[in-house]
């Protein structure tokens, strides 16, 4: 998910701790929960580099263990050369321990890990031992529902507070706490509704035909911050359909309205690129790969692209890849290309 929203559920996450928080421990949950999107800056070596690192290196749970620990040492530090000042002659303040910094750096960087397996294209947990992509893909980077939620449960207490003290009323408890903790509980109900609507989208994706067709599998993915407004990939024995998915009390759905993209003939250069190191290496993270044959100069050009991305999709994630052949069907150049610069 983008960084407000880190930011803000670390926060929110912080509040809920209240009064248990040693001292940075809103800091700290905040660094580390920010931290893992420092592997954003892998966008800049090129769509290889990205393909592999992104949403992996810090986003696993051993980069998440090496940012927790980072993290709490870096604070520890800053704790010593800057100690927090007594307010009385005979009061002592311990320093910050390490054990309590590590629990509250460890709590932001979880958070991030959790939010990012439910939105785009997931993450690779168990990186770098092994290359799996995982991800329940319920929601998009960005979702206004979750943004709002946190806006609205991190700053109306704030508004509350304000309020009350021009009234005279005196304070209670750490400010924010229970509204912080029911924020947190409504985007916990929120993501099991719609992971109930991605079900939902999936079955009714099943149950059809497509142009006399049937349908062998389907998968949905979000199509905006709309809970009830899904994308359809549905695959055929020779044809893949696209397909808009509305699941609101009013919304019919029509599956003659689907766009029909056929399936390549069998080729030997439709074989070669399937099977060269390059498109294996695609498929591990590809959720619906779908490839092309057309003819380039003197033999052949074959790209596999993702539809689970749609057309005009210009997010970084939206990564294919390109090999071109000569007529006898040798290898001439290869390579992965970001889908919004196909022709770098």
């Not at 248990?20 to 800091?27: D, K």
């Not at 992104?54 to 800053?78: K, P």
């Not at 010593?80 to 910094?101: D, E, H, M, T, W």
């Not at 024995?237 to 766009?259: H, K, Y």
Request: hydrophobic share 50%; charged share 15%; proline share 6%.
């Amino acid at each position: 998910m983008e960084p407000f929203t880190h930011a803000f559920t670390s926060l929110a996450l912080a509040r809920a701790g209240g009064r248990r928080l040693p001292r940075f421990g809103a800091a700290m949950m905040i660094v580390a929960g920010l931290a893992p999107d420092l592997d954003y800056v892998t966008y800049f070596a090129g769509p290889r580099a990205f393909l592999h690192l992104h949403r992996a290196a810090l986003h696993s749970i051993a980069g998440s263990i090496v940012i927790a620990f980072a993290v709490a040492a870096a604070f520890c530090a800053i704790d010593r050369k800057y100690p927090q000042k007594k307010k009385a002659f005979s009061q002592v303040i311990a320093p910050l321990g390490f054990g309590a910094a590590l629990i509250c750096s460890a709590i932001g960087a979880a958070g991030h890990m959790l939010l990012d397996l439910a939105s785009g294209v997931g993450v690779q947990l168990l990186w770098p031992f092994h290359t799996h992509w995982s991800g329940l893909e319920i929601i998009g980077d960005l979702d206004l529902w979750i943004l709002l939620l946190l806006v609205c449960g991190l700053l109306l207490p704030l508004l509350f507070g304000l309020v009350n003290e021009e009234v005279g009323a005196r304070k209670k408890g750490p400010r924010g706490r229970v509204a912080a903790l029911v924020t947190l509980a409504l985007i916990a109900a929120y993501f099991g509704w719609r992971a109930e609507l991605h079900s939902r989208a999936a079955d009714l994706l099943l149950s059809r035909e497509y142009h006399a067709r049937v349908a062998l599998s389907a998968a949905a993915f979000p199509a905006s911050s709309m809970p009830y407004q899904w994308r359809g990939v549905v695959e055929t024995d020779n044809t893949m359909e696209l397909i808009d998915v509305a699941l609101g009390p009013q919304d019919e759905f029509d599956s003659a309205r689907s766009v029909t993209i056929y399936k390549p003939p069998e080729s030997p250069a439709l074989a070669a690129g399937e099977n060269s190191a390059l498109a294996r290496e695609f498929l591990l993270y590809a959720k619906v790969p779908f490839a092309q044959v057309r003819p380039h100069e003197a033999g052949f050009q074959v790209e596999i692209h993702d539809l689970r991305f749609a057309e005009g999709d210009q997010q970084p994630a939206n990564i294919f890849v390109r090999m071109e052949y000569n007529s006898r069907i040798q290898l001439q150049r290869s390579g992965y290309f970001f889908a919004s610069n196909p022709n770098p």
